[in-house]
């Protein structure tokens, strides 16, 4: 399933559940239609003969063999009707597996797909966060809501024609107030779906928040700075604000809806009442009366109750396809989830010349004139203060953002000009805040070199070595399984690691890699200083032939490099040995 770039209406939620399992929902649709049929069609009606033929029974001497057929068609319809209801659940479900086979792989496709920059504006996120939180949910709920309002109407029309044969001004009087109910509902789903909009912003806060009271990250902090019951206050307030404004959306539309379906229900007892006299005068069977009765307040409840239920429902489906819709319509990056070349471009100079760059979402030049070359086996150090650029220098190179103005030249071509798979597999990149993945230590050194393990496959003894230069020997001789032991919590042999260890197993990353040119953003920030020695020792044995660049505010890092080049006022405004700059006195003695 792929979700296409097109505007999706509130009937997109029966059209994607039948492309995730199309026999099962024409079988819904088909069972929705005959349950809906059966309480008027079946079940009035079998009521009405099973009920004259008792009481012709009682009054008239008939055999009282003629019950069994009438009683027989009325345990008949009852078991159809009540078996039907469990089949379509069962189908409901197999529906909504198929749904999260499919679909949400569709959403997670599209978010992987999406340009950088709508990850990092607020905006775009919440959108992103409402439409990826529970897709499947939203359609299936949408679906359901289609079947009940059809069941309804089906329903509705079957017993109207029915009520009509016998008091005709009877039909017009539900239909009168059955019309405000349609309008009223669905102005109650898109209250409330704009009320779930309004405070998304706080639901992230309250998630964040609540990650920060529980999750394990957090836990040594925690105990010691004793902050649990301050983040807490944080909490209730931010989930307060957000609950309050959800519930005097629903509150009003509860009221409103609900109250018309009192009136709903006051007309079914009128109807019931205006029966009586044709009962009286012969012109309507007793049973027919019992069976017309049982229907009304059966219709009462669905046109009170679950039509304003469904309608709301319907309505919250349509405007969760409007942020569907603004979704799939975000900007995708070119080649986003392409792998890496199988082999790495053979690398001889990157050149910065006279870069501004700003992000989507700011209104300064974060860089701002920019120029530096970088030569082949070479190792550069960036240094400055935070919010100078130097990260942002990382996010240019990997082609995250790509709305730079001046050139970025690599062996004198402009970045731009070489697909992703190729900038992939020309740079290495070890951030401060690595992802931590939950599987087996081999496979999470392997992601190092995706291609590679694509391509031809990395041999154990190539894992061996990178975690062995990682410093991971101690580490993998605690594990259980050595290399193939699961990390984290999540699989019943898992093993967590502390913050130092997931570092390393960042940095094994970058030694399996075969990138030239390998970036590193404070990639020691977790471990000791001797810890953090024997790393960089390590690191300028194995990339003596390669280009390196470090972010870094660490000595160990600059010291390594052969030239450091400080960043300040989105330019270069020194660059030099680390003897040169110390000499000099410039903004480099700033950092030490």
Request: proline share 3%; aromatic share 10%.
């Amino acid at each position: 399933m792929t979700l296409k770039q097109r505007s999706y209406k509130a009937f997109d939620a029966i059209r994607l559940s039948f492309q995730a399992s199309p026999l099962c929902t024409v079988l819904r649709i088909l069972l929705s239609f005959i349950y809906a049929i059966m309480p008027t069609a079946a079940l009035a009606v079998s009521t009405a003969d099973f009920v004259d033929a008792a009481s012709a029974i009682l009054k008239n001497g008939r055999p009282y063999g003629d019950i069994f057929l009438p009683l027989a068609l009325l345990l008949a319809v009852l078991g159809i009707y009540t078996n039907i209801g469990a089949i379509i659940e069962l189908i409901n479900a197999r529906i909504n597996l198929s749904l999260q086979q499919k679909l949400k792989p569709a959403v997670v496709e599209k978010q992987t797909l999406l340009d950088f920059k709508h990850i990092e504006n607020s905006d775009s996120w919440e959108l992103i966060s409402r439409v990826s939180r529970d897709p499947v949910k939203a359609i299936t709920e949408g679906f359901a809501a289609f079947m009940t309002f059809m069941q309804i109407i089906v329903n509705v029309s079957a017993l109207l024609i029915l009520i009509a044969a016998q008091v005709w001004w009877a039909m017009l009087i539900v239909l009168a107030f059955s019309i405000p109910m349609f309008w009223l509902s669905m102005r109650a789903g898109r209250k409330n779906y704009q009320a779930g909009r309004d405070v998304e912003k706080f639901n992230r806060r309250t998630e964040y928040l609540n990650e920060v009271l529980i999750g394990r990250d957090a836990v040594d902090e925690r105990t010691l700075f004793g902050y649990g019951e301050a983040i807490s206050q944080l909490w209730q307030e931010q989930y307060k604000i957000g609950w309050m404004h959800q519930l005097k959306v629903t509150a009003k539309t509860f009221l409103v809806t609900k109250g018309s379906s009192m009136m709903i229900s006051l007309i079914a007892i009128l109807i019931a009442l205006t029966l009586i006299s044709p009962v009286i005068n012969g012109s309507m069977s007793v049973g027919m009366f019992m069976g017309i009765v049982s229907a009304v307040f059966g219709m009462a409840n669905q046109i009170g109750w679950q039509m304003s239920s469904s309608l709301e429902n319907i309505s919250k489906t349509t405007e969760y396809m409007k942020d569907l819709s603004a979704f799939v319509e975000l900007s995708q990056a070119d080649g986003a989830a392409a792998l890496p070349d199988k082999e790495p471009i053979s690398f001889e100079k990157l050149e910065f010349r006279n870069v501004r760059f700003q992000y989507p979402s700011g209104n300064r030049y974060i860089l701002d004139g920019m120029s530096f070359t970088l030569e082949k086996g070479r190792h550069y150090a960036f240094v400055g203060k935070n919010g100078m650029g130097k990260t942002t220098i990382t996010k240019l190179l990997t082609g995250l953002y790509t709305e730079y103005e001046g050139e970025i030249l690599i062996n004198g071509t402009e970045l731009r000009q070489y697909p992703a798979s190729t900038l992939k597999a020309l740079f290495s990149l070890v951030y401060q805040d690595f992802a931590k993945y939950y599987i087996p230590l081999s496979d999470n050194i392997s992601l190092g070199d995706v291609a590679k393990q694509t391509f031809g496959g990395i041999s154990k003894r190539e894992l061996e070595n990178a975690a062995v230069q990682a410093g991971l020997s101690n580490t993998i001789s605690m594990l259980k399984n050595g290399l193939d032991t699961p990390l984290g919590k999540i699989k019943e042999n898992g093993q967590d690691l502390s913050g130092g260890q997931w570092q390393r197993v960042a940095i094994a990353r970058s030694f399996i890699s075969r990138a030239p040119v390998k970036i590193l953003d404070e990639p020691t920030a977790a471990l000791d200083p001797i810890s953090e020695s024997q790393i960089y020792e390590e690191f300028e044995k194995l990339t003596r032939n390669k280009t390196t660049i470090f972010i870094s505010h660490r000595l160990g890092s600059t010291k390594l490099a052969d030239e450091i080049l400080v960043v300040g006022n989105g330019k270069i405004a020194e660059r030099g040995t680390h003897e040169e700059l110390m000499k000099a006195g410039g903004r480099r003695r700033d950092w030490f």
